[in-house]
Nanobody, 121 residues
Framework: QVQLVESGGGSVQAGGSLRLSCVAS????????VDWYRQAPGKQRELVATMLNGGATNYADSVRGRFIISGDYAQNTVYLQMNSLKPEDTAIYYC???????????????WGQGTQVIVSS
């Protein structure tokens, strides 16, 4: 069973920065993609940033230019550097890893427990 453990959340004032970490129980090379999602109170979970196997990245429009996703393969860790934080970034942030497991395209999905980020104005 794959485990993903997030850390780095906390409270910060608008304009500040935080770095979230997601440590995987297996080499992140084994996944097709590792993502960060977030869920604000009363809202649906949304995709924030994706890092594909090979290093390509993609971002939600709301965070592009402010957040950076990166990986340390030696440490089995994926990071989310969050800069210029806004109150609307307040949410629980979840790490997610996925891999296609058969020729039909079935996928194994793994989630962390989440880490809270609070941005005050």
């Amino acid at each position: 069973q794959v485990q993903l453990v997030e850390s780095g959340g906390g409270s910060v004032q608008a304009g500040g920065s935080l770095r979230l970490s997601c440590v995987a129980s297996r080499n992140i090379f084994r996944f097709d993609a590792v993502d960060w999602y977030r869920q604000a109170p009363g809202k649906q979970r949304e995709l924030v940033a994706t890092m594909l196997n090979g290093g390509a990245t993609n971002y939600a429009d709301s965070v592009r230019g402010r957040f950076i996703i990166s990986g340390d393969y030696a440490q089995n860790t994926v990071y989310l550097q969050m800069n210029s934080l806004k109150p609307e970034d307040t949410a629980i942030y979840y790490c997610h890893a996925s891999k296609v497991i058969n020729v039909e395209g079935a996928r194994a999905d793994h989630w962390g427990q989440g880490t809270q980020v609070i941005v005050s104005s």
